[in-house]
């Protein structure tokens, strides 16, 4: 049974930075496009970035310039470098592991990441 386990996020000033990380295991994380997505209370949920399985990234205009995703196949995570945050980026963060061959879905608990004005 494929599990994600995320790390990071917590409380910072708007302008500051934050390092989320979640690692994948009870699967081949080699066959995972690993994404990132965030739900606020009374949104959808929505993606924020994604990485396929040969290390092609997919922003949201909303994150760009400021998010990195970066995948880490030795240690079967992926990360998320937020920069320049913003109040509006508070919400719940999930990692999503996708299988795309199957349209198979994988999610993380979820991290609270608040932004202070």
């Known amino acids: 049974q494929v599990q994600l386990v995320e790390s990071g996020g917590g409380l910072v000033q708007a302008g500051g930075s934050l390092g989320l990380s979640c690692a994948l295991s009870g699967g081949p994380f080699s066959i995972y496009t690993m994404g990132w997505y965030r739900q606020v209370p009374g949104k959808q949920r929505e993606l924020v970035a994604s990485i396929t399985t040969t290390a092609d990234t997919n922003y949201a205009d909303f994150v760009k310039g400021r998010f990195t995703i970066s995948r880490h196949s030795a240690k079967n995570s992926v990360s998320l470098q937020m920069n320049s945050l913003k109040p509006e980026d508070t919400a719940v963060y999930f990692c999503?592991?996708?299988?795309?061959?199957?349209?198979?879905?994988?999610w993380g608990q979820g991290t609270q990441v608040t932004v202070s004005s």
């Open positions: 999503n592991a996708r299988w795309s061959k199957i349209g198979r879905d994988h």
